[in-house]
């Protein structure tokens, strides 16, 4: 059976392939004292999270496997991976995990009926066609979603460095 729907939320929808898709959660500023001196770069919420008033979720049923996806470009990343023929491994998608298998990683999530070849070629080619796939990318299309913001890092190594 094979299903989709749209739905809207005031907050960020987080799904299992935010992260990999360019979500943030965590940005760091830099700081100064009264001074002028430099300080530890700062932890704050990242202003990715708040920059929509309202955010779309495609929420996919394909076959006895749930999707969902909150950005287009999770689902391009998400059809890249899979309509690759063999499947890549969770390493070389996951180069920050050097040791390991990375198990937290999205694709060593996905239910192991997914991963043939056949049926994903299938998944694919329906999350193409799906008209609401259509629609969640009409929704951002309007005003796109902001990856970088000035003033806010991903990382406190790079917030360091700026300084």
């Known amino acids: 059976m094979k299903s989709a729907k749209l739905t809207y939320h005031e907050s960020f929808p987080e799904t299992p392939v935010s992260g990999r898709a360019g979500a943030k959660w965590i940005g760091w500023v830099k700081q100064t004292n009264i001074s002028g001196q430099r300080m530890r770069p700062k932890s704050v919420q990242h202003p990715f999270l708040s920059q929509r008033k309202l955010w779309c979720l495609l929420e996919v049923h394909f076959d006895g496997v749930d999707l969902r996806f909150a ?93």
């Not at 180069?95 to 997914?114: Q, T, Y």
């Not at 969640?136 to 790079?158: A, H, K, T, W």
């Open 71 to 163: 950005m287009p470009q999770e689902l391009d990343h998400f059809i890249d991976v899979l309509s690759r023929n063999p499947l890549p491994s969770g390493r070389s998608l996951a180069p920050e995990c050097p040791v390991g298998r990375p198990n937290k990683h999205w694709l060593s999530r996905l239910p192991a009926k997914a991963k043939p070849w056949k049926f994903r070629q299938r998944l694919c080619s329906y999350l193409m066609d799906c008209p609401e796939t259509a629609k969640l990318r009409e929704f951002y299309r309007s005003e796109p979603i902001q990856f970088d913001f000035p003033g806010v890092f991903n990382s406190f190594l790079e917030a360091h460095k700026a300084m």
